[in-house]
């Protein structure tokens, strides 16, 4: 089973800020990584996916990078709506497995 | 409009059994191929099961192969989820969510979720 470690485990910053997240998979999963966000008694929603594909409607202050093993999350000016936790997940093998999560809040 | 609407959730006994649905509108059910994640109370998400779009092929996490069975009814646009033998540590929010047509199995499309509790 492919483990995902995500850091930090929370992130304090203000709006506006520049938010960097980390996830980091125990093997190469290449490129297929995605992010999601999920706020407070709300399903995930799918940001990024294939590391570096912004899904449908999601905006451009979202960028992914990475391959192998290590990969990135920036939000480049946090918006209120920002505030939330993160997941990071792999599709490489089964079984398909999520990171803890980075809790993004406001400082 | 996508919509995907889990039921079946509720209070139950260790190693008793539950079937979830999740009825599926505003796109080809067929077409896609669906996955069940959970998510325990303050805690992260856990994938489960995937089922392809004809149901012929399946998969499940280790922690419930075994124990939970996928399942798709393509003519009623609904997936389900049979869990037998629960567990206290079964109880979590379960949503379903469907695959990223495509690039592969990422889930652009989820559910409210339903609770699952198992305790006596």
């Known amino acids: 089973e492919i ?38 008694g709300q399903a995930p929603r799918l940001l990024i996916y294939d590391a570096s594909n ?24 946090l918006e209120p709506e920002d505030f939330a936790v993160y997941y990071c997940q792999q599709r490489t093998n089964w079984p398909l497995t999520f990171g803890p ?7 | 409009e996508v919509q995907l609407v889990e039921s079946g959730g509720g209070l139950v006994q260790p190693g008793g059994s539950l079937r979830l ?3 599926a509108s505003g796109f080809t059910f067929s077409d896609y191929s669906m996955n069940w994640v959970r998510q325990a ?50 109880t979590a929010v379960y949503y379903c969510a469907r695959d ?4 592969g199995v990422y889930f652009d499309y989820w559910g409210q979720g339903t609770l699952v509790t198992v305790s006596s």
Not at chain 1, 13 to 33: D, F, H, I, K, M
Not at chain 2, 45 to 72: C, H, M, N, Q
């Open chain 1, 3 to 40: 483990v995902l470690t995500q850091s930090p485990a929370t992130l304090s910053l203000s709006p506006g800020e520049r938010a960097t997240l980390s996830c980091r998979a125990s093997q190469s999963v290449n490129s297929y990584l995605a992010w999601y966000q999920q706020k407070p």
């Open chain 1, 54 to 77: 912004r899904a449908t409607g999601i905006p451009a202050r979202f960028s992914g990078s990475g391959s192998g093993t290590d990969f990135t999350l920036t939000i480049s000016s």
């Open chain 1, 101 to 107: 999560g980075t809790k993004v809040d406001i400082k």
């Open chain 2, 21 to 23: 649905s999740c009825a």
């Open chain 2, 41 to 90: 109370p303050g805690k992260g998400l856990e994938w489960l099961s995937y089922i392809s779009g004809s149901g012929s092929s399946t998969y499940y996490a280790d922690s419930v192969k075994g124990r939970f069975t996928v399942s798709r009814d393509n003519a009623k646009n609904s997936l389900y989820l049979q869990m037998n033998s629960l567990r206290d540590e079964d």
């Open chain 2, 100 to 103: 990223l047509r495509g690039p």
